[in-house]
Structures are given as C-alpha cells and as structure tokens.
C-alpha cells in the first residue's frame, strides 16, 4: 500500500510540475538540492538551471564579501585616524590649542564642512570665532539639547531648525546632515555636511563616541 502511495505521488508531482513549469524559479533552493542523472532526458537542462542557481548565489556572496571588506578598510582607516586625534589632542599644551587641534582635525582629516565647537566655559587665549561659542550650560539658547546632552548620545542627520541655527548661524542653509556629539559636562561637538546623505539616522558613531571621550580627557588635564 505504501509503494503505491508512493508511485502515485511521484505521478502527482510529476504532473504538476508540467502544468508547472517555472515552479522552480519560483523555489531556487529547491532546484539546488534536486539530483538528476545528466543520462536521463532533461537532466542536462536542470543541471545547468541548478549551475546558473549556484552562479548567481556566488555573485551574491561576491558582493557581500566585497561590501564587508569595504567597510572593514573603511574603519581601519577611521580607527587609524582617530588613534592620530587622540594623539595630537594629548600633545597640546593648552585648552585653547586642544580645541584647535580638534576643529582643525574634523575638517581636514573627518572631512567636516563646517565644523562647530560648543563649551560651557571660557577657555583661556580663545575667544568665541565660526568655529566655536561659549555658552553657558544653563543658558536658555541650549534648551533645544537638553535630551541629547542628557544621554549623551550622538545624533546623526538632518537637525531641527533652531538647532541649525544655533550652531551654524548664518550659514545655517548650507549643511544638509550634521553628526552631533554631546559631551556632558563640557560642549557639543558638530560636524555639518553639504551632502545629505553624509551623516543619516541609524548609522554608527562609535568612531564619534571614542573622539568625544578623547577631547573630554585631553581638556580635563587644563580644568583648575
């Protein structure tokens, strides 16, 4: 009784599969898995629809293994970079030139179009320019920041109106994306981009994360 179950379901799926030919583009992995003698009719063009499946799994395997290999150079050269940051922000002697060095970094080796410092207190030999603002943590100018200075996570994307036109004043119109660094207890750190799919929501800011946290130090050594 089994056996002939069996035969029968094998006449039935036969049969379907005639009614259907392309079921199997519609179910790839199954064509991959399916043995036919090359001997025996059709087997030669199953193989061969099985090869183009196995091609185009390849290719597709291809593209993600060049994908990950792009982005594993693309964080070496960031970890390198940051490293050199961390580096020349310990080898100022002054808070003034820490700022200087991390402005100066962000535009030229981040490639920051505008590049935007915010600190609580003054700093000694450096008065308020473009690039920087003094502006004291409770002052009502900073309210649009509370949260983001709160959790101290950065923002990346398109900021909201008043939060342009604090850093960025009047040229505010220019940046499309922005990468905001909040450094509780010390500033903002803002990096504006003309392009608007330089900095997008989602994407990772670790690397921002680590050259906070190396400002943050580098200026704590100058604290009275």
């Known amino acids: 009784m089994n056996e002939t179950q069996e035969k029968l379901g094998a006449h039935e799926v036969a ?6 030919p392309r079921f199997l583009q519609q179910f790839p992995d199954l064509a991959v898995t399916l043995v036919v003698p090359r001997e025996e009719g059709s087997a030669a063009s199953l193989a061969s629809y099985q090869l183009e499946v196995l091609r185009d799994k390849n290719r597709e395997l291809s593209r993600r293994l060049q994908e990950l290999f792009g982005n594993a150079q693309e964080n070496e050269r960031l970890s390198v970079r940051t490293h050199q940051l ?8 002054t808070a003034a030139d820490t700022l ?3 402005a100066a ?3 030229e080796d981040f490639n920051g179009d505008l590049v935007r410092l915010v600190v609580f207190k003054p700093v000694d030999d450096l008065d308020d320019t473009e690039w920087l603002q003094v502006i004291a943590q409770d002052d009502a100018r900073l309210q649009p920041f509370r949260d983001c200075l709160a959790d101290g996570e950065p923002l990346c994307g398109r900021l909201q109106p008043e939060k342009h036109a604090l850093l960025y004043g009047l040229r505010a119109e220019e940046v499309q994306s922005t990468a ?3 450094l509780p207890g010390v500033g903002l750190i803002a990096v504006g981009s003309r392009d608007a799919n330089r900095f997008f929501p989602g994407m990772g800011t670790l690397f921002l994360r680590m050259m906070g946290e190396s400002l943050a130090t580098a200026l704590k050594r100058f604290e009275g």
């Open 86 to 93: 961390t580096l020349a922000l310990m080898r100022q002697d």
């Open 180 to 182: 905001l660094l909040p």
């Open 100 to 102: 200087r060095a991390m």
């Open 105 to 107: 970094t962000l535009a």
């Open 15 to 20: 049969a379907f599969l005639r009614r259907h």
